[in-house]
């Protein structure tokens, strides 16, 4: 059975820091390329953070560039989004989303509820 599974969110003071985490299950990890969205209240789902099947690419969205941070550990099937500097703009649903560009193969997973306000 296919599982992404997101965690690691929460409430956090402007200017606090958090860090999410993706568990991936039941395919193979180091095939696929892993990015991270998120959906504000009343937005759409927008693109934040991508890393290659190696970990030896990354590259963000502008609005979080310099403030967050994406990696994984094959070794752990995981990968992590390290977040500073919050804003209470980056308060979203965060999902994980795997792709393996040879066949398009893709996952999702359920989402984790990160508020950041005062």
């Known amino acids: 059975q296919v599982q992404l599974v997101e965690s690691g969110g929460g409430w956090v003071q402007p200017g606090g820091s958090l860090r999410l985490s993706c568990v991936a299950s039941?395919?193979?990890?180091?095939?696929?390329?892993i990015k991270w969205y998120r959906q504000g209240p009343g937005k759409e789902r927008e693109w934040v953070a991508r890393?290659?099947?190696?970990?030896?690419?990354?590259n963000y969205a502008e609005s979080v560039k310099g403030r967050f941070s994406i990696s994984r550990d094959n070794a752990k099937n995981t990968v992590y989004l390290q977040m500073t500097s919050l804003k209470p703009e980056d308060t979203a649903v965060y999902y994980c989303?795997?792709?393996?560009?040879?066949?398009?193969?893709?996952?999702w997973g359920q989402g984790t509820q990160v508020t950041v306000s005062s």
């Open positions: 039941g395919f193979t990890f180091t095939n696929y390329a």
């Open positions: 989303h795997a792709h393996w560009a040879l066949t398009y193969r893709a996952y």
């Open positions: 890393i290659t099947d190696t970990g030896g690419w990354t």
